[in-house]
């Protein structure tokens, strides 16, 4: 299996731009996590989907982000507008399993992004 | 609210030596506790899952405690390699989603 697939790899962008981050999970994983790691904040969850469907977005920062998964195979996180304290990276994760599950998380290879 | 704490932020071993990383959590009611490692640049690496209902888990080199009931895990690396040289984080699962909740990492070093 490919794993989790993360693009782009590296993104600079200046302030006030729209910024997307893009995340492919593995097949026939049903739940994906979107994480930020900062050096102040370490790794913090920003919002989780299961079966496509969001289901806690308690950590997501502001109204400036926002999160899809319009399919199985395929989530977005985007930033509008970008802000220099949005510079991190950004890492994406899936697993299989339902409730009680005890499947691992995969890790994609993260999304490193600087906003000048 | 769940807290994870990983003592020492950092450490330097020589090559040979075992590894002793330390992961202690404050709410006991868990899932499972996961241990990954992270190399520079890249993605996290699943090592080991302890589930809440074992003491400890082993793969290869390996072995991960977990006590409940006094919030702790360990990991013990053996004979460490250069190639261990990483940051190993502890992570633990409070309900039913899947949540994480991660301590902040150890960074090893180890010299050959």
């Known amino acids: 299996d490919a794993g989790v697939i993360q693009s782009p790899r590296h993104e600079v962008t200046e302030m006030g731009q729209e910024v997307t981050l893009r995340c492919k999970p593995i097949s026939g994983h049903d739940y994906l996590f979107w994480y930020r790691q900062t050096m102040m904040r370490g790794l913090e969850l920003l919002i989780y989907?299961?079966?496509?469907?969001?289901?806690?977005d308690s950590g997501m920062p502001e109204d400036r982000f926002s999160a899809k998964m319009p399919n199985a195979s395929f989530s977005t996180l985007k930033i509008q507008p970008s802000e220099p304290r949005d510079s991190a990276v950004y890492f994406c994760?899936?697993?299989?399993?339902?409730?009680?599950?005890?499947?691992?998380?995969?890790f994609g290879d993260g999304t490193r992004l600087s906003i000048l | 609210k769940q807290e994870v704490t990983q003592i020492p932020a950092a450490l330097s071993v020589p090559e040979g030596e075992n590894l002793v990383l330390n992961c202690s959590f404050t709410d006991s009611a868990i899932y499972n506790l996961q241990w990954f490692r992270q190399d520079p640049g890249k993605g996290l690496t699943s090592l080991l899952l302890i589930q809440s209902s074992q003491r400890e888990q082993t793969s290869g080199r390996l072995n991960a405690s977990l006590d409940k009931s006094s919030g702790r895990s360990t990991l013990y690396i053996a004979a460490s390699q250069p190639g261990d040289s990483a940051t190993y984080l502890c992570?633990?699962?409070?309900?039913?989603?899947?949540?994480?909740?991660f301590g902040a990492g150890t960074q090893v070093v180890v010299t050959p």
């Open positions: 992570a633990v699962r409070g309900d039913s989603w899947g949540k994480l909740q």
């Open positions: 994760a899936s697993s299989s399993g339902g409730t009680h599950s005890n499947q691992p998380q995969h």
């Open positions: 989907f299961n079966n496509n469907v969001p289901i806690d």
